[in-house]
């Protein structure tokens, strides 16, 4: 899936609006892969897989868009 980074937090996590949906999803800087947290900017488009956990949906193996 694609999408863009929609917020930052300096705690560790954001999240990401997905392209064609309504509902962003939760990532934490454990699952980012070949990226940095600091090189991750709002509005940087980046590629991800979707994983439900115990809260719900969230983005893993978030890396930046080919």
Known sequence: MTGTVK??????FGF???EGE???L???SNDLSGITFDELKEGTKVEFE???GEKGPNAK???LAQ
Do not use: A, P, Q, W
């Open 16 to 18: 990401i609006s997905r």
């Open 26 to 28: 939760f990532f934490h």
């Open 50 to 52: 979707v994983e439900v």
């Open 61 to 63: 193996n978030v890396r």
């Open 7 to 12: 917020i930052k937090l300096e705690k560790g």
């Open 22 to 24: 309504t509902k962003d």
